[in-house]
């Protein structure tokens, strides 16, 4: 019974770089969140997707960050031209898309930009 | 923005202490959810329970309780008789739509 799966679980880039974190969501569940901790803080909001639609960007910053969730395969968040600020935790977690159903989360992807 | 605010950053306690941890939120929702999620050291995020904004009947499983007051617009969490390994970060949600809201989080850490 797999849970949600990212990889990887640790993930380092130079500034520049491009990182690419994947996301496979739980069997069943076709609605996908993406969520960033920053050290030290909270959990923040990035962008929540179904199978080939992104519905809510709104928590995105404008540049270098993309997120797809294709017909098949995982759902990828694309960080292009890393920099430093871009080191945190980066969540993925899915549901069945029934309204407010509950979120069941992965461990989690740590980025660390060098 | 409708906030979630967990005015507590840190909370220490001595194991076996009995511990609240506090959540308000905002919403202009008449229909929401309210959830409490726990980080422990190994910084997965777990589950630990969903509310719907309908049912303020209080919640007890195990060691852990949850007081729903919607006329404070509050959902806070109690450990009774704590445990070294209740220490983590605890974060209280609200849904609106699809989105869940989280608070800041409460680092507890129970001492032996």
């Known amino acids: 019974n797999a849970g949600v799966m990212q990889n990887p679980r640790h993930l380092v880039r130079r500034r520049g770089q491009e990182a690419r974190l994947r996301c496979s969501p739980m069997?069943?569940?076709?609605?996908v969140y993406w969520y960033r901790q920053l050290p030290e803080e909270g959990l923040k909001f990035m962008v929540y997707?179904?199978?080939?639609?992104?519905?809510?960007e709104s928590g995105m910053p404008k540049e270098r960050f993309s997120a797809e969730f294709p017909k098949e395969g995982p759902s990828i968040l694309r960080i292009q031209q890393v920099v430093r600020g871009d080191s945190a935790a980066y969540f993925c977690?899915?549901?069945?898309?029934?309204?407010?159903?509950?979120?069941?989360f992965g461990n989690g992807t740590r980025l660390t930009v060098t | 923005a409708q906030k979630v605010t967990q005015a507590q950053t840190e909370i220490s306690v001595v194991e076996k202490e009995d511990v609240t941890l506090d959540c308000v939120y905002e919403t202009r929702d008449t229909t929401y959810y309210l959830f409490w999620y726990k980080q422990p050291p190994s910084g997965e995020l777990v589950f630990l329970i969903r509310?719907?904004?309908?049912?303020?009947q209080n919640e007890i499983s195990g060691r852990y309780s949850w007081n729903f007051q919607k006329s404070t617009s509050s959902f806070n969490f109690t450990i009774t008789a704590s445990q070294v390994v209740d220490s983590a970060v605890y974060f209280c949600g609200r849904t609106s739509g699809s989105r869940l809201t989280f608070g800041e989080g409460t680092q507890l850490t129970v001492n032996p």
């Open positions: 997707l179904q199978k080939e639609n992104i519905i809510d």
């Open positions: 509310r719907n904004s309908f049912d303020e």
């Open positions: 977690a899915s549901s069945q898309g029934v309204y407010n159903s509950p979120l069941h």
């Open positions: 069997k069943g569940h076709s609605h």
